[in-house]
């Protein structure tokens, strides 16, 4: 089993807790450049709010900065907009996937941002 696979199943498992609880999901997804969450419903089948590093807006605020999206700067931004997208759509509560990758880093500076901005976990 390699590291995508295990990184799968570990968010397969956290999926499946989710759903079960019936509550809005903040998913996080990383690459080596960019850094995605959006807000699912509690059905678990409509996005209700999403943010990234590709959205012409953060690019723009990261234009000057090395690195652009892959740091944890552009991640506290990311989560600081889908903390107000989500409580603009009426969404004051979630559960955070973080997709089984690892509470660190990036990751981490993305949910301490969206709690900073008013999101509860």
Do not use: W
């Not at 590291?3 to 968010?11: I, P, W």
């Amino acid at each position: 089993m390699d590291k995508t696979q295990s990184r799968l199943r570990r968010a397969r498992q956290t999926h499946i807790k989710i759903s079960q609880l019936q509550v809005a999901r903040l998913a996080v997804h990383r690459t080596n450049q960019h850094i995605y969450a959006q807000v699912f419903a509690p059905c678990g089948t409509k996005v209700v709010a999403g943010a990234s590093t590709i959205e012409v807006e953060v690019r723009l605020q990261l234009a000057n900065k090395s690195g652009k999206g892959g740091n944890t700067a552009a991640a506290q931004l990311v989560g600081k907009r889908i903390a107000e997208k989500a409580k603009a759509a009426g969404i004051t509560s979630v559960a955070f996937d973080r997709s089984g990758f690892r509470y660190h880093g990036r990751v981490k500076a993305l949910a301490d941002a969206a709690r900073e901005a008013g999101l509860k976990f």
